[in-house]
């Protein structure tokens, strides 16, 4: 039984994440989706709200298991069993910090390995920031969060602008 992790901070999910959630969850029988906190981010969602975004989303894939964590993903693995890492990687600017993440990740932990899954095409320049920027200027997000959530996603985002 081969278990993955799919780290992000998922605020908000995008349907760049939901692509790759169910590409790779196909490779494995079982994907850990973890959000995890960034402390140089500060979230809009919180921790609950967007793990309930995730599953809300996820309800026809049957081995993801979506959670969070504020340890080190490396460690959260170790602690589930789990020796495969799942990455997004969209541009350049992802490669930088995707490539030193790998490294300190090694560094932890060799017995985990890192996967990277580029996105579809269509998804390569959607970024959660992108979204927010959409929404603070009225334009339609559809084409890309999932459309269970974009209510949510713009009721919250406009409460803050």
Avoid: C
């Amino acid at each position: 039984m081969k278990k993955a992790v799919y780290p992000g901070t998922f605020d908000p999910l995008t349907i760049g994440h939901l692509d790759i959630i169910k590409r790779a969850a196909r490779l494995v029988s079982e994907l850990h989706v973890v959000v995890a906190d960034n402390y140089r981010k500060a979230p809009t969602f919180t921790t609950e709200e967007r793990i309930e975004m995730i599953k809300m989303v996820t309800t026809d894939v049957d081995n993801v298991i979506v959670t969070s964590t504020n340890d080190l993903i490396v460690r959260y693995a170790k602690n589930n069993h789990i020796d495969l890492i799942i990455r997004g990687l969209r541009n350049i600017q992802d490669y930088e910090n995707e490539y030193a993440l790998y490294q300190f990740n090694r560094n932890i932990n060799k017995e985990i390995e890192t996967l990277i899954l580029f996105p579809s095409s269509k998804n390569h320049y959607v970024s959660s920031s992108a979204i927010k920027e959409l929404v603070y200027h009225n334009a339609d997000i559809s084409p890309y969060v999932p459309r269970e959530i974009i209510s949510t996603l713009e009721e919250k985002l406009k409460k803050r602008l």
